[in-house]
């Protein structure tokens, strides 16, 4: 491996399930006026799995694609990181099942359970394994996915308006400096942990009739805290990842927040010191989609032509736990 490799986003893919709903209709079902969630939120629709339709099932779809657009086979995998909040079972881990559907042989896979950060949290990871890898196993698949409606209470507005179900991928791979990832840093504050959660089905409170006829399995979420953290964590990653690196945020090609209200990250923007068409941002079309919603912005900015080699991009991601992290990526050349 040469001196000066460096590790780059090399293939992307994204897997929405067919169904999608509309905020319209949705609003309607809850009893509120048809505007209400996007007016609110931004989002006009979400994508929901259909019965059966399971976590892994997405994401091996999404690596597939993002394997295609990389020029690569499953056999050139050396490791799959999958972050979701929302795995097929508690154990074994999702991603062992999507090297199976995959049928990456060589690869090893593990979960990555940092909520919404989740994609920046697992791309740090696979940055320190291939590093360590010293070139003999040179790819690695990063992967975010989340079927969120499994885990929702349909009367609970708060929750059934913003999180959809989706999934993407990435593949790293090398390149030459002076182009790649990083740096990457990350965070997490537990003392936040309670701010949005699933109570029920751990070992703190195992599944009982009880805790099933009290929807202990569905999302809690504390709007408030949650909408006060993003107004506080977004500018200040912001801040962090330009004055670390010498540069000014209007430097920045793309940044690919976590969006889990695209209306409400799109008003922070010129208190960031951005423009508002500085930032990818999706979750109009698919509303909160936690671990997927970086990897699938940065699926769509790749296929609609809108980075180029050289291009400064930062990603920016925030969720339960609460836990962020941010990453600056040069892009490389096509």
Known sequence: MREDTRWAIRGTGACLPERCVPS???SRSLGLDPSWIEDRTGIRRRHLAAPGQAASDLAAAAAARALDAAGLDAADVGLIVLGTSTPDLIAPSTA??????LGAR???????AAACTGYVFGLQAALGWLAAQRGSAPYALVVGVEVYSRFLNPADRGTVAVFGDGAAATVIGPVPAPYGIGPVTLGSDGSGADDVLIPAGGSRTPATAETLAGLGHTIHMDGRA????IERIFPRLVAEATEAAGLKPADLALVVPHQPNPRLVAALAPGAGLDPGQLAIVGHD???IGAASIPFALDRAVRSGRLTGGD???LAGFGAGVTWGHALITWPPA
């Open 226 to 229: 949650v909408r006060g953290f």
């Open 286 to 288: 698919v509303g909160n």
């Open 24 to 26: 319209d209709e949705l």
């Open 312 to 314: 400064l991009v930062l």
């Open 96 to 101: 062992c099942r999507v090297q199976a559907l």
């Open 106 to 112: 060589r690869a090893a896979a593990f979960d990555v």
